[in-house]
């Protein structure tokens, strides 16, 4: 990861380790896959998320989206809603493993903002 403070793995956090149940990287973890990597999920969660917080502009890149949901899902399986600033830095192998499954073209990502 680029910068420090994304730099952390999941036996860090007490929230994953509760799910992990022995596994050793909560990618392993039999939830993993389904809820973060499924692009059925995904699109399902996106007409959700249009739903409730409005339309995703058409210039916006799928897998960007996917992206975002993506993490998103993990924040809701993990912490459930975490609010409005409310962030947390994810574990680097769930970050990795979501990118791989939906690169940018460009290799550029945005990384960890801390809320404004």
Same mark, same amino acid.
């Given at each position: 990861?680029?910068?420090?403070?994304?730099?952390?793995?999941? !036996?860090?956090?007490?929230?994953?380790?509760?799910?992990?149940?022995?596994? *050793?990287? =909560?990618?392993? !973890?039999?939830?993993?896959?389904?809820?973060c990597?499924?692009?059925?999920?995904?699109?399902?969660? =996106?007409?959700?998320?249009? *739903?409730?917080?409005?339309?995703?502009?058409?210039?916006?890149? *799928?897998?960007?989206?996917?992206?975002?949901?993506?993490?998103?899902?993990?924040?809701?399986?993990?912490?459930?809603?975490?609010?409005?600033?409310?962030?947390?830095?994810?574990?680097?192998?769930?970050?990795?493993?979501?990118?791989?499954?939906?690169?940018?073209?460009?290799?550029?990502y945005?990384?960890?903002?801390?809320?404004?």
């Amino acid at each position: 990861m680029p910068t420090l403070t994304e730099c952390r793995c999941c !036996h860090n956090y007490a929230a994953i380790r509760v799910k992990m149940n022995g596994i *050793q990287c =909560m990618t392993d !973890h039999p939830g993993f896959a389904p809820n973060c990597l499924n692009i059925h999920v995904l699109e399902a969660s =996106m007409w959700e998320y249009m *739903q409730h917080d409005g339309p995703i502009g058409d210039e916006v890149p *799928q897998n960007s989206v996917y992206r975002y949901l993506a993490y998103r899902r993990f924040v809701y399986v993990v912490w459930h809603r975490l609010g409005k600033k409310n962030r947390k830095v994810l574990p680097s192998c769930v970050v990795l493993a979501i990118r791989r499954a939906f690169p940018d073209p460009t290799g550029t990502y945005t990384g960890f903002k801390f809320p404004i």
